[in-house]
């Protein structure tokens, strides 16, 4: 089974086109010189890919790629959580 950083990972060096790209949890959008549309394709991509709704305003408190993983895989924790008790 594949991890979360795993993919995530995949999908950010498809997208900004380095595919040997060095995905360390303090690294940033702008460390893999990713644009803002680079940025608007990889959050439609992992949302997309992990079936989850990233809002902005939690964006805002993700500084690096290990906060970035950590908040996605909450949401996808909570999704999981709330399919099993329905």
Sequence with gaps: M??????????????VRKPDLDFKPTATFKDF?????DIV???VAVEDTFDIEIQDE?????????A????????VAEK???????
Excluded: C, H, P, W
């Design 58 to 66: 939690d964006l805002k408190q993700v500084t690096d790629m290990g």
């Design 33 to 37: 010189k990713a644009d803002s549309l």
């Design 80 to 86: 999981n959580k709330s399919q099993v008790s329905s």
């Design 2 to 15: 594949t991890t979360v950083e795993e993919t995530v990972k995949k999908i950010v060096t498809r997208i």
């Design 68 to 75: 970035f993983i950590a908040y996605i895989e909450r949401k």
């Design 41 to 43: 394709q990889i959050l």
